[in-house]
């Protein structure tokens, strides 16, 4: 009898999962295709899911995301794609319609180990109220006007970081990782100012440290080992599969916020209000004083102490691997076709002249045309972020014309489903920095242009990275000579970003 009941208890276990995993989705997917007809396709597998195509991809064609540049080709109904229990938006529409008008239905799943420890009082996981007072806090100091005050400084830093790159002769150089420790340095220098930052931890430069702590951060989400127990009760299930590693990644942490606690707490002890260069810590402290004092010793959620650690940690990762890897694909383009590195060498000598050590400010910046398509194009077709943060939908709601997202759905809006789809921009596979020029653009869908996605909730730190990445090509074609590695062919993955499997992709040689 027992016996009879354990067989039966394991058989209802089974039978349910293989409900979730097998027929649940199966039967949705088969709703949504009648339902919507052909602007929805099924992509639904079973038990890896989107993993399959991912993986398939890159052995075909050396690019994991190429799997949805062919679903799309020459089907320019589709809206939506639909997986094991998530929606894929791949319209340019649909996506505007999530990120403008449906902020209150969806709520950003952070899906990462240790996310409590570093980043879930941050903008980036922030919701409500919470959000818009922390993006109004910061708004300000993100606008070109208030930024360009600090291209000087961007200058310097980007100078002195390209003096530090060694190059051994007849040796390829790792380019993302070479521009990833520059844009560390900006972020970590630009939230800091220049006394912390030059401090090392464990006799690391700080922003390498923090560069390689959130990598390993990555790692341990991704590890089977964690991925699993993740779908069921994370917290406590991450707590039972933990092993040595896990403790390790998570005492590296916790020792890591110490050492900026410490300084957030140095600074409000010694807060100066008349402080003229602000740096973005100086301008959190200002407002955690600020509501301190208005609330008689308390402080509102959005300015804890916690909320400003975190807001350096969101801040650094949403910062320094995008643009590193924009910049470094930049200059993998400038090495891979000669007729755009000359015209951004020619547009280089007309507004910097035969000064080889320029004082770069923002009206030069301005000045440079050529260098500016030429970005948005990387920004198009290589851009960094193939997804937004995934969405999950907190109850139904409909989008565009009657579509329902089921509560409980996954929402992902794909950025390469957009931004290289024949519907929006011509020719999507080839490379042109001409689209983008002012007699080009008129014909360009500026809601599909999205690679620091649309709505309130965008990319704060857009007119930042483009600086960013001006100053570094401009400073890089200045300071060498840049030939294409021919022996390493650009190989892209989806890891936590969309980046080159290995970077060894171009020679630098100084110039004299
Ligand atoms: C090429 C460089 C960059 C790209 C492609 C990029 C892309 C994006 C995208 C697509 C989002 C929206 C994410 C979502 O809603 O799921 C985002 C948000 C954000 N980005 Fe960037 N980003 C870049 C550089 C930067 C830089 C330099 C900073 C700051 C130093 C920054 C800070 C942020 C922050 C704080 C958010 C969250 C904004 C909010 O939720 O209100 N990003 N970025």
Redesign the pocket.
Known sequence: MILLIIGLLIFSLFSYFAYLIFVKPYVRNKWYVKQYGKICKPIYYPILGNIKFVRESFKKYGDSLQWIRELLKNDNDVQFLIGYNNIHIVDAQLAKDI?LNNLQNIR?DMGMQFGDLLFKQG??FSEGEK?KKQ?QILSHS?SFDVLKNRVSKINNIVKEMINKIQIEEGKPTKIVTECTKI?AEV?LR?FFGERFSQQQHKGINLGIYLAQLLLSVFDQTRRLRMLIPSFFFPKFMSKIFADEKYYEVQKNCIEFRQLIEKEVNLRIENYDQNKTQKDFLDILVDEYKLNYSKNDGKVEEYITKESIIHQFI??FF??MD??G??TGIMLYWVSKRKDIYEKLVQEIKSVFGQNKDPEINDEQLKKLNYCHMFIQEC?RYH???ML??TRRAERDFYIGDNILVQKGMQVNIS?HGVLRREKYFQNPDEFIPERFSEENKKNINHLAFI???SG???????H??LI??KIILVQFILNFDITNNENVPLKMDSNSLYCPVNDELLFLKRKQ
Do not use: D
């Not at 309130?456 to 857009?462: A, D, H, S, T, V």
């Open positions: 990120t950003k903008i980036v959000w993006r993100f844009t972020v630009s969101v801040f949403a910062g995008t643009t890897n924009l920004l851009c960094p972020a937004l943060f950025l690679p620091f996605s309130p909730k965008n990319c704060i730190g857009q930042m990275a960013e990445a």
